[in-house]
């Protein structure tokens, strides 16, 4: 099956009306996720795999939603940045930077028009990205052994460890702490129990979703209602709500170069949405030099950050899909719900499963059209709902996190792990432990596990076996330049400051 054969395909699985309805409420969910500050896409899409489960959606239906709520939480969030200088997440906090300044000016309608664009825009060429590069990424991973895929996971844990907070040996602790909850329960090759402690509940692991939403959406919670500050920005008007073919010509430059960059630091295992809205940030701000207005309310400086997190939504797809590593903490709970429907991401994924992959390109270039239509007429309604108040959010919150939960399964003893994950994610936020090192350990623990294993169980329990391939080689070189990059860089970057001092 060609490429253009299997898009066909795809096209007939996306504009199914089941379908076409979920991308539609995935979008208009995931924008409104994405306007209300603190819930956040992780947050978000963990809330909503429950209702997956209880639907009994197919896989491709799960994915196409969960993804809809993806994307458009990656919009949603710059709304709120235009208009109240508030992120809705971290990938929009370079938006306020120029967004803000322009809602001052009175100009929050061209602001919001051309985040709106540039999410179009680059929604769609990561789309065109993926496409192209999924299979060819696919066709090599097959060549993957045990060892090769041991030295994968170790690649992904190193970047997503090194990346996902300011304190690598904080973020490797909690990496740890994810790996031992996937040894909780039955031994997969002797059946032994294993940190069971007695209870039967524990003895088919821990459920992914049951630590997810405690993790993200009650310890979230716990720590908004500790939260007694509001801010006191004052709404903008937003007065236009469109772009003139001026404006659009003016940022079409950045709308391109923004996408490229924001879609390739996407692809790469823990870099995220939040590395890619900043590097571009900065980049157009270098590449533009005089000739822009960066920081003083420019419209490329709104373009930029908005065009690159949502090219890295799509890019983040690839070491999804091909590879089954997620790049990010929503792909990871994306990566778990997967799992839990029974399809396990991998190379054969192509192959083996063209309604779920084809089926979610397809659909992704719906929903772009989708976000276009639903975010500009309606901007006026998102933004009434920062007009409702924590009493009633945050109930709500928690009630939607316990009835999915208890949904999944019918067991209580959910109800109760899922709290205590609550407070473990509260008190993880408090000491500033990042959150999504844990899921990542937890999801990939099992299948790290199964491949060192085989790997084992292949060369009569040689170790040098997991270094015996040329692809393991440079994926251990890529982990180990992954964990000490940073810390090899800021030094020398002291040095050449102190240097420059001295002169």
Known sequence: MDILQALVHGFGVAFQPINLLLVFLGCLVGTLIGVLPGIGPISGVALLVPLTFALKLPPESALILLAGIYYGAMYGGSTTSILLNIPGETSSVVTTLDGYQLA??????????????????AGTLSVVGLMLLGPLLAQWAIRFGPAEYFALMVFGFSTLSALAGKNMAKALIATAFGLMLATVGQDPQSGISRYTFGLLQLEDGMDFLVVAIGLFAVGEVLVLLEEKSHSSAVMAQVGRVYLSLKEFMGALATFLRSSVLGFLIGVLPGAGASIASFVAYTVEKRWLGRRGRFGQGDLRGVAAP?????????????????????????TAIMLGALISLGVTPGPQMFQQHPNIVWGLIASMYVGNVVLLILNLPLVWVFVRLLTVPAWFLLPAVLAVSFIGVYAVNNNPFDLLLMSVFGLVGYLM????FPLAPVLLGLVLGYLMEINLRRAMAISNGEVGFLFSSPIAVVLWILAGLSLFAPTIISRFARRGQLGGDEI
């Open 104 to 121: 001052k000016q009175g100009r929050a309608g061209p602001a919001l028009a051309i985040a709106a664009w540039g999410s179009f825009i």
């Open 429 to 432: 936020r408090k000491f500033d």
């Open 306 to 330: 908005e065009s690159a997190n949502n090219a890295a939504a799509g890019g983040a797809m690839i070491p999804l899909l091909t590879l089954g590593l997620p790049g990010s903490g929503t």
